[in-house]
């Protein structure tokens, strides 16, 4: 009696026998799966205070900004171009500055600075013993928080702060639409450009001090010693020390363990990535775009190098309808504190050299 026995199946999770015992990998149903996207992470945190306004402090002597005062400071330092554009209209500002018998240039220089970084400006009344105002001097902006009880706070760096009552402080308020006691900067919509234009210029920084983009392995196959010795030594005295970082292998060509053949005997294999030169170039490109277009400063103006053979076009007509559209609305605010500024300390602003020289002519 003959008997014919089944091909043992294997036991594995993963295969499944079909006829003629051949294994074929187990086809499993798939089932159908979604996701979705998160948001983009905010730039400051999302808090539901974000969208109420302001509140007081823990302490419940001053309200806390909407932003953060601190962060908008560092933002000056983390991308050239933003630092450049808000020097620039610093400068309009202060360049057109008249005289002032009650406030310094050096007290206005730094105000208008204040302003143009966190939409805020703060100066504080000295008055003599009679109760009359001699002067006024900036405090900084970074350091100012509103009181809740019609007084101001200035915060010290031994973490003191300083008292005074909002008759001697004068505030200039750039608004927001959220609240009414703090500005908030219109280029803050901007961070995340002004943020990626200091990741790219990191990026690239590491990218060069790590040697990545000269970086290469030399790989030659069946040198003997004494001709692999002679061909690292060769490298190695044709650059100085330290300036690449470099490999060289001397390998056997096999196939299956025995004596192969190998169609390139020398080849070199680049570890950079080369690509990312293209990708850098475009980031820092269109991040500078951005930021010009936040602050609406016409790139000419802000020393942006051309890159087509036009330019920038006549600057001179750029200047003035910058001048038209930007600084004369900006001396605007500025003139609201004469409000509440004495006759002697009333804000004023004189016309550019350049409009002075066309209406003579005329």
């Known amino acids: 009696i003959m008997t014919t026995q ?41 808090q539901i205070s974000d969208y109420l306004g302001v509140f007081a402090d823990s302490n419940g002597y001053w309200y806390v900004p909407p932003v ?49 970084v966190f939409d805020n400006a703060y100066f504080l009344a000295i008055r003599n013993w009679l109760g009359g105002i001699n002067r006024y ?17 200035l915060l010290n760096s031994n973490g003191s702060w300083t008292e005074y009552d909002a008759a001697d402080i004068i505030h200039l308020n750039g608004g927001d639409i959220r609240q009414g006691l703090y500005g908030v900067p219109t280029y803050f919509s901007g961070i995340h450009s002004i943020l990626l234009g200091e990741a790219a210029t990191l990026f690239r920084r590491k990218y060069y ?31 100085g020390p330290g300036n690449h970082r470099s490999m060289y292998l001397n390998m056997a060509s096999t196939l299956q363990g025995k004596p192969g053949y190998t169609k390139d005997r020398v080849q070199v294999i680049p570890v950079g990535d080369f690509g990312n030169r293209d990708e850098y170039d475009k980031i820092k490109e ?3 775009q951005d930021i010009l277009n936040m602050h609406r400063v016409p ?18 007509n750029v200047r003035e309808v910058y001048y038209d559209c930007e600084t004369i609305p ?26 002075v020289d066309v209406k003579a002519n005329k």
């Open 6 to 46: 089944k091909p043992r199946e294997r036991i594995d999770s993963s295969y499944t026998t079909s006829t003629g015992g051949v294994l074929m990998p187990k086809q499993e149903e798939v089932q159908p799966t979604a996701f979705s996207f998160g948001d983009p992470e905010p730039v400051l945190g999302s």
């Open 68 to 116: 953060s005062l601190a962060g908008l400071a560092k933002t000056m330092y983390a991308n050239g171009t933003h630092a450049s554009v808000l020097e620039f209209k610093h400068n309009q500002l202060l360049a057109s500055w008249q005289d002032n018998p009650m406030i310094a240039r050096r007290e206005a220089r730094a105000a208008f600075k204040d302003f143009e």
């Open 137 to 153: 001097v900036r405090l900084p902006a970074v350091n100012m928080r509103v009181g809740t009880e019609d007084n101001y706070y």
């Open 209 to 239: 001090q790590n040697g990545a983009h000269t970086g290469y392995i030399l790989v030659t196959f069946d040198l003997d010693k004494n001709k692999a010795s002679e061909l690292q030594s060769a490298i190695s005295q044709s650059k």
């Open 286 to 288: 269109i991040t500078q």
């Open 299 to 316: 790139a000419g103006l802000a020393s942006i190098m051309a890159n087509n053979a036009a330019g920038h076009g006549d600057l001179k």
């Open 330 to 355: 900006k001396q605007a605010i500025w003139q609201e504190l004469n409000e509440q500024l004495p006759q002697r300390a009333k804000i004023g602003f004189n016309e550019p050299r350049w409009l």
